[in-house]
């Protein structure tokens, strides 16, 4: 079975930091661009960051430069996003999805996660 599978979501205080990490099974993350995007309660599913194939990252959220990072783990199957300096607009569930190259667009992805909520509350 090809599954996504998000972890590392929780509760944090404004100015606190979480890696989320996205986990693959059944397929070898290392062929696809990895995507994370993240859905606020009442708001549309907005790409957030994503890595190439080969390592590279793209930044489709400007709200999140210079605090946000994408990762891989070719050896684990593992993609991971660092947050820093996390904001209470942060709040949302962060899902990561699997495609043949970086898009922003959810319908370009091939494989999706089902998510995990991050929530940025003092």
């Known amino acids: 079975q090809l599954q996504l599978v998000e972890s590392g979501g929780g509760l944090v205080q404004p100015g606190g930091s979480l890696r989320l990490s996205c986990a693959a099974s059944?397929?070898?993350?290392?062929?696809?661009?990895i995507v994370w995007f993240r859905q606020a309660p009442g708001k549309e599913r907005e790409g957030v960051l994503c890595?190439?194939?080969?390592?590279?990252?793209?930044n489709y959220a400007t709200s999140v430069k210079g605090r946000f990072t994408i990762s891989r783990d070719n050896a684990k199957n593992t993609v991971y996003l660092q947050m820093n300096s996390l904001k209470p607009e942060d709040t949302a569930v962060y899902y990561c999805?699997?495609?043949?190259?970086?898009?922003?667009?959810?319908?370009?992805?091939?494989?999706w996660g089902k998510g995990t909520l991050v929530t940025v509350s003092s």
């Open positions: 999805a699997a495609s043949g190259s970086c898009s922003p667009y959810y319908y370009a992805m091939e494989y």
């Open positions: 059944g397929f070898t993350l290392e062929y696809y661009a």
């Open positions: 890595i190439s194939r080969s390592g590279g990252g793209t």
